[in-house]
């Protein structure tokens, strides 16, 4: 989709953000106790609307590598592509995983309106911030890009020090080159800052109830989401499954998510179609 076809489309959603579509507290506090991977939900306040799971490409990832690049570009744009005929509408991609390539083969066969491509940035210098940004849009083949996040923020002032590289991604933002942004933390000094930050529009956070892998235990990082959540920021969870450590725990890790009232979407990377397939049955099973 081009530029100003994309902002129209952008426009006529944010007006009918509510209609249809609630965040994942709003939705408990109505009453409803089942869930689908493939709902629809509301990111915050920013209009971005999306399937309540992500296609996860990440899975150890680091080094332009992960478990998914290992399935190859055909392999794993199969598995996404698969996704979106059961109704994910959420591929979740980064530089360090090396994934914008096999997101972009998976981008051949699905309508780019339909689908919401998150990617991360280390870049924390203006100049790398837009030569990143193009370099993406290149790499995943599309004119926009629908969350861009800064990955990976460990300093407590972060939104200070970076603030250079911050304003390049706001530019973006108004010529359309990004719908959202905000930040991935791996320290509790940063995501309280990042749910205090006015330019963090999303936060992709790391919960789980046994705290594997996470900034902080969990009753911390729910408080500090709880607070951002309120001040309208879009709340994604990731490493529901604590990178491996609940894998016999699963619907237990499932439910908790779920019944947070806090996120309103969650990545989690399945490595292949069986894999996919009992997370959504899972999901779907929840009763909270």
Not at 120 to 138: L, S, W, Y
Not at 276 to 282: A, E, N, V
Request: aromatic share 6%; net charge positive.
């Amino acid at each position: 989709m081009k530029r100003r076809n994309f902002l129209k489309t952008a426009a006529l959603g944010a007006g009918a953000v509510w209609v249809g579509s609630r965040p994942l507290g709003t939705l408990i506090a109505a009453g409803t106790e089942h869930f689908s991977a493939a709902d629809i939900v509301t990111l915050g306040k920013t209009g971005v609307r999306t399937s309540r799971l992500a296609c996860g490409t990440g899975t150890v990832g680091y080094g332009r590598g992960s478990h998914q690049t290992a399935l190859g570009i055909q392999g794993l744009a199969d598995l996404l592509w698969r996704g979106y005929d059961h109704g994910l509408r959420f591929f979740d991609t980064a530089d360090s995983y090396g994934s914008h390539p096999h997101v972009a083969e998976a981008l051949k066969r699905v309508p780019r309106e339909k689908v919401t491509i998150m990617t991360k940035c280390h870049a924390r210098e203006p100049n790398q911030m837009r030569a990143d940004i193009d370099r993406f849009r290149k790499e995943l083949n599309t004119d926009y890009i629908d969350l861009l996040m800064m990955h990976g923020m460990r300093e407590d002032h972060w939104t200070e020090r970076f603030r250079p590289a911050m304003d390049v991604i706001s530019e973006a933002q108004e010529k359309g080159l990004i719908r959202a942004h905000g930040c991935s933390c791996h320290a509790i000094g940063a995501l309280r800052e990042a749910a205090d930050s006015p330019w963090v529009q999303v936060i992709l956070s790391r919960i789980n109830p046994i705290g594997s892998h996470m900034d902080a235990d969990p009753e911390t990082v729910k408080a500090t989401l709880r607070e951002a959540g309120a001040r309208g920021k879009g709340i994604i969870g990731m490493k529901i499954l604590g990178q491996g450590d609940l894998r016999t725990r699963q619907d237990e890790a499932l439910k908790y998510a779920l019944s947070l009232g806090i996120l309103d979407a969650f990545t989690i990377g399945a490595e292949n179609a069986a894999e996919q397939d009992d997370l959504i049955r899972r999901i779907a099973a929840v009763n909270v």
